[in-house]
Structure formats: C-alpha cells, structure tokens
C-alpha cells in the first residue's frame, strides 16, 4: 500500500501498529479493520482492509494516474484476474508457510505443510511466469497496481527464500525495484 501512495504521489499519514501491545485488537482499530490485521487504509469516511481492495480503491479514486486500466477494456479484465490470482493462488502458500512457521500457536503448526507450501508456490509462479514471456508488466505494455501487488508478493517470496525455478520473475521483480517510488520507500 505504501509503494502504491509513493507511486501516486499523494500526501498519506502513516501509523505503525504494535501487535505485541495488541493494538491491532483495539476497539479503535478494529472499527477500520475487523480482523485485526495490516494493512488498513482510512480515507475520509472509507475504511478498507486486504491489500488488493486498497490497491484497487486507491487507483481507481486516482485514475487519472493510470494505475488501472480502463473500464471495459480487456486489459481491465486482465488487471482483476492478476489481483485474485496473487490473492487466491500466489499469496496463499507464503502465508501458509508462514502460519504454520511461526504465526499460528504452536500446537496448531503443522511443519509437513510448509513443503505442500512450497510445491504450491512453484505452481502459482509458473502461471505468472508463463504470462511474462515477452512482457516488461502484467497487464498491457503498462505499469498498473496489479504489478504492485504481485510484485511485492514475489518479494516476499525471495525474502522467505522460497525459489520459484522462473529467472524470468527475478528479473520482472528487479525491473520493479528500480522504480522510484520503490527506492523512496527503501530510503526511509
């Protein structure tokens, strides 16, 4: 979310949430996001929750910045199928991974999950990969908020060390980390 203001370039106020005070379980914050987690996005009277749905608000609401293709086009249609892919099908095996990693209590981790995990990750990769070949972004010959957000899960993805086999995604996510608002939000 914060890459997506940066590349907005819109005035944003941030606040850190200490969950080992539990304040993500306070009245205050659970009344922006029920379920108590990050990220969380207030905007005037709008409270929104889940990185896509705050991604898909914010560049919509600024779409003259050209973040999201335009209504009815096919590239529109395109956009939605790589934010519910990366939810459904990219995301969910590194949060998987970490559920039974270290977030869940211990008597609910499974360990033997992490590889299924990890297979599933590889899987989800190959599509994304598959869709690259040729192309400098996902959608058109553009950048968009869906390279966002399935960028930045395939950080997280090399960050964990999770290998995907697919050099053409280190090389999409090396393009995407050159972008300026990404290297602003590198500095702070």
């Known amino acids: 979310v914060y890459w997506m203001l940066e590349e907005l370039g819109v005035p944003y106020e941030s606040h850190s949430i200490d969950f080992r005070q539990g304040e993500h379980l306070s009245p205050e914050y659970l009344a922006i996001n029920p379920a108590g987690k990050v990220p969380a996005l207030k905007d005037g009277d709008?409270?929104?929750f889940e990185s896509a749905a705050i991604l898909t608000y914010l560049a919509e609401k600024y779409d003259e910045k050209g973040f999201i293709p335009q209504l009815g086009t096919r590239e529109r249609n395109e956009f939605?199928?790589?934010?519910?892919?990366?939810?459904?099908?990219l995301e969910q095996p590194l949060w998987t991974n970490a559920k039974h990693k270290f977030a869940?209590?211990?008597?609910?981790?499974?360990?033997?999950?992490?590889?299924?995990?990890?297979?599933?990750?590889?899987?989800?990769?190959?599509?994304?990969?598959?869709?690259m070949d040729g192309k400098q972004f996902l959608v058109g010959d553009r950048f968009t908020a869906a390279d966002i957000l399935v960028g930045q899960t395939l950080m997280w993805g090399?960050?964990?060390q999770f290998d995907h086999e697919k050099p053409i995604l280190d090389e999409y996510v090396a393009r995407l980390k050159k972008r300026e608002a990404f290297q602003k939000l590198k500095g702070e």
């Not at 939605?80 to 099908?89: G, L, R, V």
């Not at 211990?106 to 190959?126: D, G, L, N």
């Open 80 to 89: 939605f199928q790589w934010m519910f892919y990366c939810m459904a099908e």
């Open 46 to 48: 709008t409270n929104l």
């Open 158 to 160: 090399q960050f964990i």
């Open 104 to 131: 869940l209590p211990k008597e609910w981790r499974v360990p033997e999950v992490r590889e299924t995990a990890s297979f599933e990750w590889k899987r989800a990769c190959k599509v994304v990969a598959q869709s």
